[in-house]
């Protein structure tokens, strides 16, 4: 998990860096294409037939929701300092228990809502009430966190039926299609210089999905969980290096409360069937 936590920070930086060159439309699409390309090997090795669904629906909004979270997080990565844009993204399980409450009809257990209370109070620290708040890329970066947890409550429902590898293709074939509309209008052939890093986006993203994997295939939700966390260390430590950028006094008393809150949320949510198939598929 750990260095899942490194790939997703060095994944988010050059992020950051192409995005100065290319705008957001082709970094996400490329990010698709490359992780698509990853999973062909399973798709040759398994056929066609391990694709067959009767919830393509599901599939499609699960999708949808994927990629809507995509473009927010590298849009927030682009314009923001990237260790405040991983942690608006990481406000997923703050979002979860309250929309697996409207959308599945899960009760949120007693505890949660002062540490869930608590983690929406280090969001509105990040937020900097007072100073820009209701920023436009600040707003797009917290999107990021509830797209995400739209996502995972669908990804919930169709771990019922669903193999977690048919659910990881279709997010990244649709992903990948859908992706390529906006380039009707936003292309911009890369130059020589930038190729390499597009296809380190989405090497590191997907070897990083992999080994988070890994990581919940050995042990609990509740022991490995908290430590994606440390994305937000490891971020803010390329920060400091690349752009000699540092947290303010409010954001990093709102990072410590989100991290404090996601890792309780993590460790004390009640766990509902399907929960660690859940994370495996998050992608």
């Given amino acids: 998990m750990l260095l899942a936590s490194v790939l997703f920070a060095g994944s988010g930086a050059m992020i950051k860096i192409i995005s100065a060159s ?14 698509l390309a990853i999973l062909l090997p399973w798709l040759i090795h398994n056929g066609l037939t391990s694709l ?15 990629l809507a979270a995509m473009y927010s997080y590298f849009y927030a990565v682009a314009h923001m300092h990237l260790a405040e844009a991983i942690l608006l993204n ?48 600040s707003l797009i970066g917290l999107a990021a966190g509830l797209f995400s947890a739209l996502s995972m409550v669908n990804i919930r429902r169709l771990t019922r039926t669903e193999s977690v590898t048919r659910i990881v293709f279709y997010f990244s074939f649709i992903a990948a299609l859908v992706s390529t509309i906006p380039l ?19 090497v590191l993203s997907t ?16 022991q490995v969980g908290p430590f994606i966390y440390t994305t937000v260390i490891f971020a803010g430590l390329i920060d400091w290096i690349l752009w000699r950028e540092t947290l303010g006094l409010l ?20 766990a509902a069937p399907g929960d660690a198939a859940l994370n495996r598929a998050i992608s």
């Avoid at 954001?251 to 949510?269: N, Q």
Wanted: proline letters at 6%; a positive charge.
């Fill in 22 to 35: 290319l705008p957001n439309e082709m970094v996400v699409f490329f990010r698709n294409i490359v992780g």
């Fill in 52 to 66: 067959n669904t009767r919830h393509f629906r599901f599939h499609l909004l699960r999708a949808l929701l994927g």
């Fill in 90 to 137: 990481y406000s997923t399980p703050l979002f979860m228990p309250f929309i697996g409450l409207l959308w599945l009809g899960e009760r949120i257990p007693y505890k949660l809502w002062g540490i869930t209370g608590l983690g929406f109070v280090g969001i509105a620290l990040i937020l900097k009430p007072g100073l820009d708040l209701f920023m436009p890329v």
């Fill in 184 to 202: 009707l209008w936003r292309w911009q052939t890369p130059a020589p210089a930038l190729w390499g890093g597009l296809i380190t986006i989405g």
């Fill in 207 to 222: 070897l990083g999905q992999l080994l988070l994997t890994r990581a919940y295939a050995h042990a609990s939700i509740a």
């Fill in 251 to 270: 954001s990093f008393a709102g990072a410590a409360l989100v991290c404090f809150a996601g890792i309780l949320t993590i460790r004390h949510a009640n």
